[in-house]
């Protein structure tokens, strides 16, 4: 299986125009997939630094400026995913899904649905795939192993495995160990890490170890904030010689 790159990036930060012309930067051939966070006030699973880029995606969502970042997107990537998390997407439903048609994204990821909400983790996967999306399960730390075999069994997409319980926050592991678990749990299924990855050498590291492909977002937050379109682009294009190796 061929190792995956997936960029982050929370809607409408730092800007729109900042962020459509990041887009456009992407070299070609380049990344996987893109995830665009749903701008949220109870990013609870975020850590510090991507909380803070809500804020200005609140300020600056525009579905107009988010369809034409969704439209270069699809010709620089070969997915884009919506990150929402429950209460945002069971309250805005409608105008989820609206999003999700209207910009042609490929499917939804909702990472503290498993954690705070398991009891109703059944019925809005199936509610998510039978609307023609493809449901991302997002595993971590301390989701148990029956959950993670569970929800598997019910979906038929790619795996989210966060390295950390939240991103930006650091705490000790074994990476090896790590990969090692969740591929012995899953290992049919491409299963990609993030949540903790903060250097090009994890990111080599990961892929050397058996994971299929690694999602980066906070790392490209200084980019975004220095307007660092060469920069972004430099670091882009390492992650696909890796990618490619």
């Not at 192993?145 to 069994?153: E, L, M, R, T, Y």
């Not at 591929?183 to 990961?206: H, M, P, Q, T, Y």
Request: charged fraction near 25%.
């Amino acid at each position: 299986m061929k190792n995956r790159i997936i960029l982050y990036f929370t809607i409408g930060f730092p800007d729109n125009q900042t962020l459509q012309e990041f887009s456009e930067a992407i070299p070609d051939n380049s990344v996987d997939y893109v995830e665009l966070g749903y701008p949220s006030r109870r990013a609870y699973y975020d850590g510090p630094r991507i909380r803070e880029t809500h804020e200005a995606g609140l300020k600056n969502f525009n579905i107009n400026d988010l369809d034409l970042l969704t439209h270069t997107l699809q010709k620089k990537a070969r997915k884009i995913y919506l990150l929402a998390y429950h209460d945002d997407f069971t309250e805005n439903r409608d105008d989820i899904y609206n999003i999700l048609k209207r910009c042609k994204f490929s499917g939804l990821i909702i990472p503290d649905l498993l954690t705070d909400y398991y009891d109703e983790n059944i019925s809005l996967i199936k509610e998510i795939q039978g609307s023609g999306y493809e449901y991302i399960p997002f595993f971590n730390p301390s989701t148990p192993d029956k959950v993670i075999i569970s929800v598997s069994g019910i979906s038929d997409s790619w795996i989210y495995y966060g390295l950390m319980p939240s991103t930006g926050i650091n705490i000790p592991y074994n990476q090896d160990a790590v990969v090692s678990r969740i591929n012995s749990l899953i290992g049919d299924r491409e299963i990609n890490f993030g949540f903790g990855i903060r250097s090009i050498e994890a990111v080599k590291k990961l892929l050397s170890s058996g994971s299929h492909g690694v999602a980066i977002g906070t790392l490209l937050l200084d980019m975004l904030n220095a307007h660092d379109i060469k920069g972004f682009k430099e670091f882009v294009s390492q992650l696909a010689v890796m990618r490619n190796a």
